[in-house]
C-alpha cells in the first residue's frame, strides 16, 4: 500500500496483508517497528494483529531483544506513545529470542499470527 506525496513521489506504506484493523482504525505496522527499533534495547521487532474481541484486532509487538539489553513491556509501550498515535501503540509486547524468517531473511509474520489466530472462524 502507499500513495504519491504533493511532489509526485511514490512512497510505500506498508503490505495490505499486514494492516491491522483496529475499532475502524488502520494501523500500519512498518511504522510501528520503525519506532520501536530506536528504542536502544531493541534488536528486531515484527508487529502483528491479534484477535480483540471489542475491537477486532489489537496490536502486538513481538520484540528480540539486544544481548544483554534489558526492556520491559510497559517501557516498550511508553516509548510509542511518546513518539505515536495513542491508537498506534502496541496493547501487549512479547519478548522472543530470535523471529521466524524465511530462506531470504524475512520475517514470517505468519508464522506469529498463527498460534492467536488458530480455532477461530474468523481471521481479520
Not at 504533493?6 to 506498508?14: E, K, N, Q, V
Not at 516509548?79 to 502496541?90: D, M, W
Not at 496493547?91 to 524468517?101: C, G, H, I, T
Request: with cysteine; net charge neutral.
Amino acid at each position: 500500500m502507499g500513495g504519491l506525496d504533493a511532489d509526485g513521489y511514490l512512497f510505500i506504506t506498508d503490505r495490505k496483508k499486514d494492516m491491522i484493523i483496529s475499532g475502524g482504525a488502520n494501523v500500519y505496522p512498518r511504522e510501528l517497528e520503525e519506532v520501536i527499533c530506536t528504542h536502544p534495547a531493541v534488536h528486531e521487532v515484527a508487529i502483528i494483529g491479534v484477535p480483540d474481541e471489542t475491537w477486532g484486532e489489537s496490536v502486538k509487538a513481538v520484540v528480540v531483544l539486544r544481548p544483554g539489553a534489558r526492556a520491559s513491556e510497559p517501557e516498550i509501550i511508553e516509548h510509542c506513545r511518546r513518539h505515536l498515535s495513542s491508537y498506534k501503540k502496541p496493547s501487549s509486547v512479547d519478548f522472543v529470542a530470535e523471529l521466524p524468517k524465511n530462506a531470504y531473511g524475512k520475517i514470517l509474520k505468519r508464522e506469529l499470527r498463527e498460534p492467536y489466530w488458530a480455532g477461530r472462524d474468523r481471521r481479520v
